[in-house]
């Protein structure tokens, strides 16, 4: 019995995605401009990287061709995370109008329906910008250890999204108290990516301890990045703590889970 | 209406999400720091000049602007007009007695000014308590910022509010928005200042009214522009507010031509 309705919910799940890739993809021009953008967006992502780099050599410890390396790891776990969950940033939208009370009236979990009502393809040559970024630092770098090299990026790429997914969750769920707060979410997402392409190293010890464990950011690509190198990494972020991204990953995942039951319970509705 | 009346409306419409108001602080401290770390250990790491900038500026240069964030309209630059324009609504808008254009520049220099209260204050106290005192000495910069701040809140609405108007052809504008969110957030020097650009790449940004969003008011503010060059920013600053504004203006006139409402 549970195993027919589960897979009765995948059937489903795939007609809803079936019909939103066909839906996007039906607007030619539209979707052809979502996806150039989405690409230089990435591409202007990197540029402001590569400025700072006009005036330095070396930034924590890393040359450009190893920040190459933590760039593109956390742009494809953000990218791949916001193709799957980032939609939830409209919940602001259907909390302001009232609409989210026919989701709660529904027989699904909240979230499930929020999630699987939409993939957002626009991201994927987002993605196809990290993973430029990521083969170009890897074809750059002296890699010591190709087998563990490749073993860490493989955790990386899986958890890394898990992480940042778990964050876009985390912003959702304060949405239901902060109402207007589209622009946070954005920030709050966009910070952690921000600062998960970032060389953790020129972090102070407070930074550190927030994006290294608070906020797991630094997981993603630096630690990762790291291993990869053969470099020992700064003080509080020792590069072997790489191994423990599927911790980090469950640790965010707990947190956006609370945040999310609370904000869910928080809600009482706009009447009507 | 008077035109005081709209822009105590947006000011008074911004003052009433107060938790939203404290979350985007949080994370405009949050931004701050990460951008302080970067450019400071960047800065410890040049062995060039640096285009002049000290420890002190520098810090000045990464609060500030992220104290004007929240005034200046510049990572995510949706407006209310784009979305009116998809809705058809914008046909009532044509129909009121104030200005389209007037009509939501004055509620968004409201809005904008409102939030340097409780968004941009805060931040630059932040600042000066984490990397210590950066706030230039006097009352020119201070005057002088006040203007450029205005203008560049201003400026920036009307940047969006040109990107929004392009709806009356293209329908979907965000991918446009997006990439006029990025591309202005860049050149406008949030990330790395504008004057830290190889040569090239500065040459681009200036044809742009991009860096008088941000760069050009956080220069007067900080001091670090003064006397005849500060004065030299706000008449760029003026001159492209006004090439905007003649823009938004032909923009509506043409759209109103081409909008086609159904529905009766």
């Known amino acids: ?272 | 209406m008077g035109t005081w009346q709209l822009v105590r409306a947006g000011f008074r419409q911004q003052s009433q999400y107060r938790l939203a108001m404290v979350a985007g602080l949080a994370t405009n401290c949050v931004f701050g720091f990460i951008r302080a770390s970067v450019l400071l250990a960047a800065l410890d790491a040049s062995t060039g000049a640096f285009a002049g900038y000290t420890r002190e500026s520098l810090a000045a240069y990464v609060w500030i602007s992220q104290a004007l964030l929240g005034a200046v309209l510049l990572m995510v630059p949706t407006t209310a007009v784009g979305e009116r324009i998809k809705t058809g609504d914008i046909a009532v808008d044509f129909l009121r007695p104030v200005s389209l254009l007037a009509g939501h520049l004055w509620m968004a220099l409201g809005r904008g000014l409102f939030t340097l209260l409780p968004r941009g204050v805060p931040a630059v106290v932040v600042g000066t308590l984490t990397v210590g005192w950066f706030l230039p000495g006097g009352v020119a910069p201070y005057l002088l910022g006040a203007v450029s701040v205005v203008l560049a809140v201003a400026g920036s609405y009307l940047g969006a509010h040109c990107v929004a108007l392009a709806g009356f052809w293209l329908v979907e504008t965000r991918g446009l928005n997006a990439l006029y969110g990025i591309v202005a957030t860049f050149l406008a020097g949030l990330f790395v200042p504008v004057d830290l650009f190889p040569g090239w790449l500065r040459g681009l940004a200036a044809l742009t009214p991009f860096p008088t969003f941000l760069q050009y008011p956080v220069d007067v503010l900080s001091g670090r522009v003064v006397g005849l060059d500060a004065w030299s920013h706000l008449a760029t600053q003026a001159g492209w507010l006004l090439g905007m504004l003649l823009l938004a203006q032909l923009l509506a006139t043409l759209g109103r031509r081409h909008l086609e409402v159904q529905g009766g």
């Open chain 1, 1 to 272: 019995m549970a195993e027919t309705t589960w897979r009765a919910d995948l059937t489903a799940y795939r007609a809803v995605l079936g019909s939103r890739v066909r839906a996007q993809a039906s607007y030619r021009t539209s979707f052809a401009t979502d996806l150039a953008t989405a690409f230089l967006v990435g591409v202007v992502e990197l540029a402001e990287t590569w400025v700072v780099f006009s005036q330095v050599d070396v930034l924590g410890g890393l040359s450009f061709a190893a920040v190459l390396l933590v760039f593109g790891l956390s742009n494809i776990c953000f990218a791949t995370a916001d193709l799957v969950v980032g939609h939830l940033d409209r919940l602001p939208r259907y909390i302001q109008a009232g609409t989210i009370d026919v989701f709660y009236l529904r027989p699904q979990p909240l979230l499930a329906q929020l999630v699987t009502s939409e993939i957002s393809l626009r991201r994927l040559t987002r993605i196809g910008v990290g993973v430029i970024a990521l083969v170009w630092g890897l074809s750059v770098n002296d890699v010591p250890d190709p087998a563990r090299a490749a073993a860490v990026v493989a955790l990386s790429l899986v958890f890394g999204t898990v992480v940042f997914a778990a964050q876009f969750v985390t912003a959702a769920g304060c949405q239901f108290w902060l109402v207007n707060g589209a622009e946070l979410t954005n920030s709050f997402t966009y910070g952690s990516s921000y600062a998960a392409s970032q060389p953790a190293s020129v972090f102070g010890t407070v930074l550190k301890l927030t994006f290294g464990y608070l906020v797991p950011a630094a997981f993603v690509g630096y630690l990762p990045t790291l291993v990869v190198l053969g470099l020992p990494g700064p003080s509080l972020l020792p590069a072997w703590l790489a191994w423990c991204l599927p911790l980090a990953a469950l640790w965010s995942c707990l947190v956006a889970g609370l945040v999310w039951r609370a904000g869910v319970r928080h809600y009482q509705g706009a009447g009507g």
